[in-house]
């Protein structure tokens, strides 16, 4: 919910102004009409400026789904059965709309409503919101709407979402226990680094005595990374930014997954990742009747490595 600001005034031409909590501006301008005030301004209350924070805020996080992949799946089960049952889409589709979620999600929902109401068939409103429903989805809703079984192709949709998730939080599982790993050992090298060796280096100072070759490698290397921790850091910084900043590219992007494929361990687990995702979407593309060709093209984007993309 968001907060608004208003100035309305009534036929007496009394002025009054406060704040209105609303989904959006066009609903606080509902709910301040329905109380027969005409409207003389009406804004976001987080608006400094001339800017408008919220708005910031959607551009900030655009890269965010609407939905979260658990939200998904529990969307498209209910939605299945709602459908099942009977009920109208756009009356199930204004069901999760009422029941809560984020901002964003809400707005995704009011928006798809307004399509179908508009004329549109579902499977092409929901595509305009490719983060929460990729083409996968909307491919296999389509072939459901052609066919006259929405409501079982969404059953169906919803018990494959489901294992992909599962298979999701199996790999994150897998990966969760190297990454503690490598954390922990970063964390210990950083104390022994600012605050053992400096003490060691102290003490060894004070025994006025020459230390062993490897000793004094190992106190001067340390001091270096003591004195210009700043300036290692920023080159630290830069080399993650660069790094992500290469990931974008389709050269970066095809180096580091075939680097990936050859790491023991992680490369077999994204191969196997990989095709049991591919086996699972295609099999569903064969079970609703998609053409190879247009299955093809979206297991392309689908798959993780670039090098199985290609394929």
């Known amino acids: 919910m968001?907060?608004?600001?208003?100035?309305?005034?009534?036929?007496?031409?009394?002025?009054?102004?406060?704040?209105?909590?609303?989904?959006?501006?066009?609903?606080?301008?509902?709910?301040?009409?329905?109380?027969?005030?005409?409207?003389?301004?009406?804004?976001?209350?987080?608006?400094?400026?001339?800017?408008?924070?919220?708005?910031?805020?959607d551009r900030l996080f655009a890269f965010r789904s609407e939905l979260k992949p658990s939200e998904r799946v529990m969307f498209t089960s209910n939605f299945a059965e709602m459908i099942k049952t009977g009920l109208p889409i756009i009356e199930a589709i204004s069901t999760f709309e009422d029941e809560g979620g984020s901002g964003r999600a809400k707005k995704m929902f009011r928006q798809i409503i307004a399509d179908i109401r508009a004329g549109q068939p579902p499977s092409a409103a929901f595509s305009k919101f490719p983060r929460s429903f990729p083409p996968i989805y909307t491919h296999i809703m389509s072939s459901g709407e052609t066919t006259g079984t929405l409501g079982d192709t969404m059953a169906y949709l919803a018990n494959q979402l489901k294992k992909e998730l599962d298979l999701v939080n199996k790999v994150r599982g897998?990966?969760?226990?190297?990454?503690?790993?490598?954390?922990?050992?970063?964390?210990?090298?950083?104390?022994?680094?600012?605050?053992?060796?400096?003490?060691?280096?102290?003490?060894?100072?004070?025994?006025?005595?020459?230390?062993?070759?490897?000793?004094?490698?190992?106190i001067e290397s340390n001091k270096f990374l003591?004195?210009?921790?700043?300036?290692?850091?920023?080159?630290?910084?830069?080399?993650?930014?660069?790094?992500?900043?290469?990931?974008r590219t389709k050269k970066g992007r095809q180096i580091?997954?075939?680097?990936?494929?050859?790491?023991?361990?992680?490369?077999?687990?994204?191969?196997?990742?990989?095709?049991?995702?591919?086996?699972?979407?295609?099999?569903?593309?064969?079970?609703?009747?998609?053409?190879?060709?247009?299955?093809f093209d979206i297991l392309s984007v689908s798959l993780s490595n670039y090098r199985y993309k290609q394929a």
């Open 256 to 295: 580091f997954d075939n680097f990936v494929l050859r790491v023991p361990v992680l490369g077999t687990l994204v191969k196997k990742f990989d095709l049991a995702r591919f086996c699972r979407l295609l099999g569903a593309f064969y079970h609703y009747g998609i053409s190879l060709p247009t299955a």
């Open 226 to 247: 003591v004195q210009n921790a700043v300036f290692i850091g920023l080159i630290l910084l830069g080399s993650v930014v660069g790094f992500l900043r290469a990931l």
């Open 2 to 57: 968001a907060t608004f600001v208003y100035k309305i005034g009534d036929v007496t031409g009394q002025i009054s102004s406060g704040k209105i909590e609303a989904e959006d501006v066009n609903r606080a301008a509902e709910k301040l009409k329905a109380q027969g005030k005409a409207i003389l301004q009406l804004k976001s209350a987080t608006a400094l400026g001339g800017l408008d924070l919220s708005k910031f805020r």
């Open 174 to 218: 897998a990966m969760t226990y190297p990454v503690i790993v490598l954390v922990v050992m970063i964390v210990v090298v950083g104390f022994i680094t600012f605050a053992v060796i400096p003490k060691i280096t102290s003490f060894a100072a004070g025994l006025g005595q020459e230390l062993p070759l490897a000793t004094r490698i190992l």
